[in-house]
């Protein structure tokens, strides 16, 4: 089974250091679990929202870079509906 062209496993590691790259860029203090969820969670919801404009990706380069994109949007939802 695939997740955007790569597999489970690597989707999670990917998605671990996506959600860790995020959680350094956006000053952001949680888990290694969470960093985990965030980069696979934003990496789909990046997904979603280039699938309405028509656009996909696939890969573990594009997966990496639209899943540390994801992860920041949801630190920042996280933090907006925080306050």
């Known amino acids: 089974m695939a997740v955007n062209g790569v597999g489970i ?3 999670i590691i990917i ?3 996506a959600g860790w790259l995020a959680e350094k860029f956006m000053n952001s203090d949680v ?6 969820a965030l980069g696979i969670i ?3 919801v990046s ?3 280039l699938a309405a404009f028509g ?3 696939s890969g ?4 990496l870079v639209f899943g540390f994109i994801g992860a920041c949007l949801l630190i920042a939802v996280g933090r907006a509906v925080k306050r």
Request: glycine share 16%; charged share 0%; proline share 0%.
């Open 9 to 11: 496993l690597a989707a």
């Open 15 to 17: 998605g671990g250091f």
């Open 31 to 36: 888990g290694l679990f969470m960093n985990i």
């Open 42 to 44: 934003g990496a789909v």
């Open 47 to 49: 997904n979603i929202i």
């Open 55 to 57: 656009m996909a990706f």
């Open 60 to 63: 573990w380069l594009a997966y």
